[in-house]
């Protein structure tokens, strides 16, 4: 059974950094790509970054280049999101994703 758990998220003020996880079983991880997306209140889902099953390859949503960075550790199948220099606009509900498998989300939410 394939399951994605998201953790990390919080409150954070303006300027802020925080690190999202995603740990994944029920599936061999380290030979797929894997991505991070997000949905806003009253937006649609949208890509936040994506890398490739040995780290090779990444990309970024404009919005968020050069601010955050996607990562993974495939001897533990955990996918992360460090997100710096956070701002309101990236208040969202952040979930990992395999394919078209989602997590639950985790909710950052960036206010002072």
């Known amino acids: ?3 994605l758990v ?7 003020q303006p300027g802020g950094s925080l690190r999202l996880s995603c740990a994944a079983s029920g599936f061999i991880f380290n030979i797929y790509p894997m991505g991070w997306y997000r949905q806003a209140p009253g937006k649609e889902r949208e890509l936040v970054a994506r890398i ?3 780290s090779g390859s990444t990309n970024y949503a ?4 050069g601010r955050f ?4 550790d495939n001897g533990k199948n955990t996918v992360y999101l460090q997100m710096n220099s956070l701002k309101p606009e990236d208040t969202a509900v952040y979930y990992c994703n395999w ?3 989602w997590g639950k ?3 950052v939410t960036v206010s002072s």
């Open 105 to 107: 989300g985790t909710l």
């Open 6 to 12: 998201e953790s990390g998220g919080g409150l954070v």
């Open 99 to 101: 394919i078209n498998y």
């Open 62 to 65: 404009d919005s968020v280049k």
């Open 1 to 3: 059974q394939v399951q």
């Open 69 to 72: 960075t996607i990562s993974r």
């Open 52 to 54: 490739t099953s040995s």
